[in-house]
């Protein structure tokens, strides 16, 4: 800032511009910590209540989860910061530990504990959710492995139950889009998680999956289902990664998401891409990477600035 | 004087963009050589459903690669993406000894194809990391490389995986075209 350096005179020695810049940029955020303080203590002789309990008291769900866990990484307790970085291993122990560092009061009604513990064990579930994520993801497909072969066989049975499949390797695997005869070479980065997607979508939205996949039969705006599958398990995993799904899973899960919370995430995505596509009225299947990027961005847009986003199928249309 | 010298210049600018056509059947490694191009990471890979392009830099040139989807139904729309190639690089999985018969009978359609004539081919011996994989030399006999005429080419081994022989075949492009351009 050339005026502020002007401005202290002849006597102060002069500072590269960039130090002082970095030094206003201190003393901006100093002032607005102290601001905030004096405004937290202020309201607490007020209310008589610490931010914490405001903030379950005022907001629900996904966004009361979202400001607590703001406000405890801003903790000046280590202990209480700690509990955001590492999960306690006793949640229980550990909101006492938060009522007696901050000598909180309340009422035995008070649902101040109930929404704190659900609040860590979202945050802290979402991380472990992810672990186990990866874990499907990196583990890749095996034909010799009995059970990538039985899930691979479920997946057939379940979208075409009146059509047998006469050979393991087989031309019918293009009927539920795969790309050869043998669906081994398909999953790649996505690994049994791209799998253990569309065997859920088909088994327990049995119906909209056989509707899904009878669109991607269409003469025109066609496409091959399963690849089409093991792209979206890759937006899926995408937002997963990127802590994006987080607003949707405090919004909707009370407490640990599992497996199928990410499987009907996938679910959603499938069900609303063919939807979004038919829409588009694609000249071909060469569109794809353009259609499912702008599908990528409307979906990232609702997960970013929505404070309420929960990606829910809504099969009513 | 001055307008003049600024034409040549961007005259001289558009003649350093390429355009390199990827091909190959499905699994081959399209994507991950892409992805090694362009030191991207190659670890969560997908199918190609349509094609990938990325721009590249080397040398002072814009490659801009064009990635095709390998599968059987994407492939009659390969020939839409013919016009202006500047070198074509065709993709093998050198372990897939199954489909070598099938994988050069759409090389065959390429190389008779009137819009690529002479345009130079690069081929890649991919998954040479795996010990299941012929060597170069067989996968040049299984496509009859020799019988090419009028047409530049080279078959070079790599791994996409490991990232080995990818800057070879590059160099292989770039040699070829500075050629070509002068």
């Known amino acids: 800032m050339p005026e502020h350096a002007t401005s202290t005179g002849r006597k102060t020695r002069r500072m590269p511009v960039q130090t002082q810049a970095s030094i206003n940029l201190i003393d901006l955020l100093y002032k607005i910590t102290l601001l905030r303080c004096f405004i937290k203590w202020i309201l607490r002789l007020v209310t008589g209540t610490c931010e914490l309990q405001r903030i379950t008291q005022k907001y629900k769900s996904g966004v009361c989860t979202v400001k607590i866990e703001e406000s405890l990484q801003r903790s000046k307790f280590s202990e209480i910061r700690q509990m955001i970085e590492v999960e306690p291993e006793d949640i229980d122990a550990a909101i006492q530990q938060i009522i007696s560092l901050k000598n909180i009061s309340f009422d035995a009604n008070s649902r101040f504990i109930s929404c704190m513990k659900v609040c860590l064990e979202q945050i802290h579930g979402y991380d472990s959710l992810f672990c186990t994520i990866e874990e499907l993801r990196v583990e890749t497909y095996n034909s010799c492995n009995g059970n990538h072969e039985a899930l691979l066989l479920k997946l057939w049975n379940l979208l075409q139950p009146e059509n047998a499949l006469k050979e393991r390797v087989s031309r019918q695997w293009g009927e539920i889009g795969f790309q050869g005869t043998d669906p081994k070479t398909d999953f790649r980065g996505m690994g049994i998680l791209g799998l253990k997607n569309l065997v859920y979508f088909a088994e327990v939205h049995n119906e909209l999956a056989r509707k899904t996949l009878l669109h991607s039969h269409h003469p025109q705006y066609g496409y091959s289902y399963a690849i089409v599958g093991i792209n979206l398990t890759s937006m899926a995993y995408e937002f997963m990664s990127s802590g994006l799904l987080r607003t949707h899973f405090f919004n909707t899960v009370h407490g640990r998401p599992n497996v199928n919370h990410f499987n009907e995430v996938f679910s959603y995505l499938m069900f609303e891409f063919d939807k979004f596509w038919m829409k588009s009225e694609p000249e071909n299947v060469m569109e794809f990477s353009r259609i499912r990027d702008e599908f990528n961005q409307t979906v990232e847009a609702v997960l970013k600035y929505v404070p309420s986003a929960k990606l829910s199928l809504d099969n009513s249309s | ?182």
């Open chain 2, 1 to 182: 004087m001055g307008l003049l010298k600024l034409l040549r210049k961007l005259k001289s600018e558009s003649n350093k963009e390429l355009r390199i056509l990827l091909l190959g059947l499905d699994n081959a490694g399209k994507t991950t050589i892409l992805k090694k191009l362009a030191s991207e990471d190659i670890n969560h890979i997908t199918p190609t459903q349509g094609f990938n392009i990325k721009s590249v830099q080397s040398q002072g040139f814009k490659l801009n690669v064009w990635d095709i989807g390998g599968q059987r139904r994407i492939r009659p729309y390969w020939r839409n993406y013919f016009e202006n190639t500047d070198v074509l690089i065709y993709v093998v999985d050198s372990t897939d000894k199954k489909r070598l018969e099938e994988t050069g009978v759409e090389l065959e359609e390429l190389v008779t194809d009137e819009k690529l004539s002479g345009v130079p081919l690069l081929v890649f011996a991919n998954k040479q990391d795996l010990l299941q994989a012929a060597p170069a030399s067989d996968i040049a006999d299984g496509l009859s490389l020799h019988t090419l005429s009028g047409r530049t080419y080279q078959i070079q081994a790599c791994s996409a995986l490991k990232g080995e022989g990818i800057q070879d075949g590059l160099e292989w492009v770039m040699k070829t075209v500075s050629k070509k351009k002068k």
